[in-house]
């Protein structure tokens, strides 16, 4: 075994939120408080940027909303920490649902106004089926929403798990004062500024100190709050948390930096250090002395003057070193990384070593496919970074002859991404591509416009869904695409793809088809 200390300072979470609950001002002032000022752009040049730091992508300034997921790391104290900043747009779920394959645990970031919301739903079921920690931040105290004790109510009912208040709000909107930090018994009175952090005040809440502090009022509400508080939650559990069974949640205003820090202070001591992961073979463990990892994003173009592709490598085990021999399992080769990098937002640094917990970018020319594994030799496949089925199709076409390969390229690599997926139509020939929303297809046009100068045009295709076939009975598997050869595609992988055109024509399918076995997401 390894040595345990730099594992267990390592601090692996995504931040998952509905886009309006502002996410983008929660992960620039965690940034702030890691030191990333002069990135951030919150003191130093005594403004706030108007697009979020993570927001690398040009598309992602113009709309204000993130399209894929950012990768940042920094140090806290004793503590190294990797933010996954994952897109809050439905359009972009999947990436968001691979990226909680790499992490140890979950902040969601929740609307004081409008409460929890149907992406943030979907993206907590995925956290119940890893048993992912989660920590829910309340944002927006500053502005006037639901009552506090409604709020859990709801949280508790919508995202099915047992809650704990480690602060609480004095007042909200035009009238809020601040928090009270059960967790460190502390009071932080608000100050609107989205420079300056506001100080704590150790204060006894009994005392009269309270009073002077607050107002006799307000203090004897607090005083009622917290006593039924105690009456109605149960103690905080740090087992139940790492459990992913309850929930701790905090209170505050991201975009005034109120409440982050507490926050921030919290989730360094309770959350967990690296986990184990189970491969298809066994499971590894964090402070195993071999180096292990998997591949679960790649993204084209982080440089756009270099093209470069990275794929991004969670390290499951032992420690990463720089030009080291490591086997991509799938391909059966021996690689050496001589420039391996660790990201905030789009600037990059090289590294020498990295342990488990950490995430690093490999520098990719094609050789990497999401959900690949690196070992020191073991075979290992890691699993959980399916494809999901696409819900909307169309053709894609070259609307510029002279592009053809720029066209071509462009494809490949955001394919790569996994962003949406590639069939090719057995009947026609024709490239069809798959995502699971609309906005997707204005993104893929703008990427292959202004990262490799290619110009496309969609045309309208009428699918229900599309979905993997396979059967141990070649006869009936070749009569099934003989019949449905219209409808028959192939994924990049060359494996077989039925594009069913209903709902009906699919159920039919499966009815006169009993030996073949149709699949809904590509990991089979």
């Not at 992490?103 to 993206?123: F, H, N, P, W, Y």
């Not at 390229?409 to 057995?426: H, P, R, S, T, Y």
Request: hydrophobic letters at 40%; proline letters at 4%; a negative charge.
């Amino acid at each position: 075994m390894m040595s345990n200390i730099e594992i267990q300072r390592r601090r692996t979470f995504a931040i998952i939120a509905h886009p309006d609950a502002g996410k983008t001002s929660l992960t620039e002032k965690l940034l702030l408080f890691g030191g990333q000022i002069q990135v951030a752009g919150a003191v130093k040049s005594n403004k706030i940027k108007k697009t979020a730091t993570s927001d690398w992508m040009e598309i992602e300034k113009q709309r204000g909303i993130s399209v894929t997921t950012s990768v940042m790391e920094f140090d806290y104290k004793d503590y190294k920490i990797n933010i996954l900043d994952t897109p809050g747009h439905q359009d972009f779920a999947e990436d968001t649902f691979r990226t909680l394959t790499a992490v140890d645990s979950v902040i969601i970031v929740i609307d004081g106004a409008k409460g929890v919301e149907s992406q943030t739903r979907k993206l907590m079921e995925v956290c119940r089926m890893r048993n992912t920690p989660v920590i829910i931040f309340v944002n927006k105290m500053d502005r006037e929403g639901k009552d506090p004790f409604d709020l859990l109510d709801e949280l508790e009912e919508e995202l099915m798990i047992g809650v704990r208040p480690l602060s609480w709000p004095i007042e909200q909107g035009a009238r809020f004062k601040g928090v009270y930090n059960i967790y460190e018994k502390k009071l932080d009175l608000y100050q609107p500024s989205k420079q300056v952090v506001t100080e704590k005040v150790a204060v006894d809440i009994h005392s009269t100190e309270l009073d002077d502090q607050i107002g006799k009022t307000l203090a004897d509400k607090l005083r009622d709050d917290l006593e039924l508080l105690e009456g109605v939650y149960p103690e905080f559990s740090s087992e139940d948390y790492l459990e992913g069974s309850l929930a701790p949640v905090f209170f505050g205003s991201a975009l005034n930096n109120f409440g982050v820090q507490e926050l921030l202070d919290c989730f360094v001591e309770i959350a967990p250090a690296p986990r184990p992961i189970q491969a298809e073979e066994r499971q590894v463990v964090p402070d195993e002395p071999k180096f292990t990892g998997f591949v679960f994003k790649i993204t084209a173009n982080i440089d756009p003057n270099h093209r470069s592709c990275v794929a991004f490598c969670k390290i499951c085990s032992g420690k990463f070193v720089r030009n080291a021999p490591y086997l991509h399992v799938r391909h059966g080769k021996t690689m050496r990384f001589s420039s391996p990098t660790q990201f905030m937002a789009q600037r990059k640094t090289t590294i020498d070593e990295a342990y488990a917990g950490d995430i690093i970018g490999l520098p990719d020319n094609g050789t990497f496919k999401i959900g690949d594994t690196l070992t020191e030799g073991e075979l290992l496949h890691f699993r959980g970074i399916p494809s999901f089925s696409p819900e909307m199709f169309k053709y894609i076409e070259n609307a510029d002859p002279m592009k053809q390969k720029q066209l071509a390229k462009g494809i490949d690599q955001l394919m790569d991404e996994g962003v949406a997926q590639l069939f090719v139509n057995q009947f026609n020939g024709r490239k069809i591509i798959g995502t699971v929303g609309q906005l997707q297809f204005e993104v893929i046009q703008y990427r292959l416009l202004n990262e490799y100068n290619a110009s496309c045009r969609w045309e309208p295709l009428s699918l229900y869904k599309a979905c993997w076939v396979e059967s141990d009975d070649a006869e009936e598997l070749d009569a099934f695409k003989k019949r449905k050869y219209q409808y028959m595609a192939k994924d990049r992988d060359g494996r077989d793809v039925f594009l069913a055109d209903s709902n009906y024509v699919l159920q039919m399918a499966q009815i006169d088809f009993k030996k073949i076995r149709f699949h809904f997401t590509s990991e089979f």
